[in-house]
């Protein structure tokens, strides 16, 4: 049974920093591309960072225009485990994050975790 299991969202203020952690588990991690998306509420879910199964030197990463510069995704295969960390964050950057794994034509979803950027 796979399970992606997401961590370490919250609240956090204008121009703070958060790292959310996904974990997988029953599948093999190093295999997949890991991606986190997000959705706000009245919005459609968009991809927010995605690193690749290969990532070597950090050449594996792509980021959505909006967060370059500020977020930073990472992957320990050891750990089965990808993270995203968030620096400088904004209102704006509010929503449910969701963990991506994707492997051809086989996709596993966590259940999603709030980030909410609010003073």
């Known amino acids: 049974q796979v399970q992606l299991v997401e961590s370490g969202g919250g609240l956090v203020q204008p121009g703070g920093s958060l790292r959310i952690s996904c974990t997988a588990s029953g599948i093999i991690f190093r295999l997949y591309a890991m991606g986190w998306y997000r959705q706000a509420p009245g919005r459609q879910r968009e991809l927010v960072a995605r690193i690749l199964s290969g990532d070597i030197f950090g050449r594996g990463q792509d980021y959505v225009d909006s967060v370059k510069g500020r977020f930073t995704i990472s992957r320990d295969n050891a750990k089965n485990t990808v993270y995203l960390q968030m620096n400088s964050l904004k209102p704006e950057d509010t929503a449910v994050y969701y963990c991506?794994?994707?492997?051809?034509?086989?996709?596993?979803w966590g259940q999603g975790t709030q980030v909410t950027v609010s003073s």
């Open positions: 991506n794994a994707q492997l051809d034509d086989y996709a596993h």
